[in-house]
């Protein structure tokens, strides 16, 4: 199994895991399960942050309205140094509270950007210059966004989680389903097109196909396997989603401290069905108003900056 595609799901499973143990057991669950996690904190003197002064007539947000955090996936080949690469994908989840939904964004890698003391480059090569602390201050300068939350995946594998949940539903294309059994192993092939479930290994291996369709294709799927997988482990129980989460929060590094979300805890755990029938996955900056640019012979993707703001303060900040 490729290393590079493990990390894809896990940051998949992550996401799930924060989403819903928040939903099915409270705030002792995810103290308990965050423990297990690396604390690494953040200078949050030097994210990029633009301080602006509120309105008079507008109400602040309250601390525990939203949850909002990046996940990172670095494409390290070394898995004992979750820093020696860029971050290979790059998703921002919003837990909306008052809205009672979830907003998933993703960030295409090759998105054309100012780094920090670096200039105009690929917004995943923050990530390689200065870890989660240029990578989340790039992203809020250059978009106008107050992240200040990560977590990020310094491991892979683990395909068997999604084994132990029976697998996946996804709808896939002929072309999909060539591109799976080109890469498994006989075992694993899959008979044809249409709605299919699919387990570990055949997840894994689409949840990395940018061949069919192009880099913007593959984080639609990494979202729809997402979205799938958290219907599926929704109708498992607590001890079952403690089972799951255990095996890999201990290969993890964050710097939230959930202890300010106790109170949004018990008020997800009580409306989880309808968290999970508001689901919103995006791609930001959008390839409607995004283009293709060769720099130097070399990949970027160029976009209307403007644009991505309007999208974010739809998406990130529900304006």
Not at 58 to 78: A, E, L, M, T, Y
Not at 181 to 207: D, F
Request: hydrophobic content about 40%; overall charge negative.
């Amino acid at each position: 199994m490729d290393k590079k595609q493990g990390k894809v799901w896990i940051i998949l499973l992550i996401i799930l895991i924060v989403i819903l143990g928040c939903i099915f057991a409270g705030y002792l669950f995810i103290k308990s399960k965050f423990d297990k996690m690396t604390y690494k904190p953040l200078d949050e003197a030097d994210l990029g942050i633009e301080t602006v002064e509120e309105e008079p007539e507008k109400p602040k947000v309250q601390v525990d309205d939203k949850i909002k955090f990046v996940i990172f996936g670095s494409d390290s080949r070394d898995t004992d140094n979750s820093y020696a690469g860029r971050s290979d994908t790059i998703i921002i989840v919003v837990i909306d509270n008052v809205n009672k939904g979830i907003n998933l964004i993703s960030i295409p890698r090759d998105t054309y950007v100012n780094v920090p003391d670096y200039g105009m480059t690929k917004i995943n090569h923050a990530y390689a210059y200065g870890q989660e602390q240029l990578s989340i201050k790039t992203i809020n300068s250059y978009f106008g966004l107050d992240l200040t939350q990560y977590i990020t995946v310094d491991f892979s594998g683990l395909v068997s989680s999604i084994d132990r949940v029976g697998g996946v539903d996804i709808t896939l294309d002929q072309d999909e389903v060539n591109f799976i059994n080109q890469r498994v192993s006989a075992e694993n092939q899959i008979a044809g097109p249409g709605t299919v479930t699919l387990n570990g290994t055949q997840a894994l291996v689409h949840s990395r196909n940018r061949y069919v369709g192009n880099d913007f294709t593959r984080a639609s799927r990494q979202r729809a396997i997402l979205i799938a997988l958290m219907n599926k482990v929704s109708k498992l129980s607590v001890d079952e989603i403690l089972d799951l989460s255990d095996d890999i929060l201990v290969n993890l590094t964050t710097n939230m401290d959930i202890n300010k979300y106790r109170e949004m805890f018990v008020e997800v755990a009580s409306d989880r069905q309808e968290y999970l029938n508001n689901i919103n996955s995006v791609q930001i900056p959008s390839t409607d108003y995004g283009y293709d640019m060769m720099l130097d012979g070399i990949y970027y993707f160029g976009f209307d900056l403007d644009r991505a703001k309007q999208d974010f303060n739809t998406y990130y900040y529900g304006k």
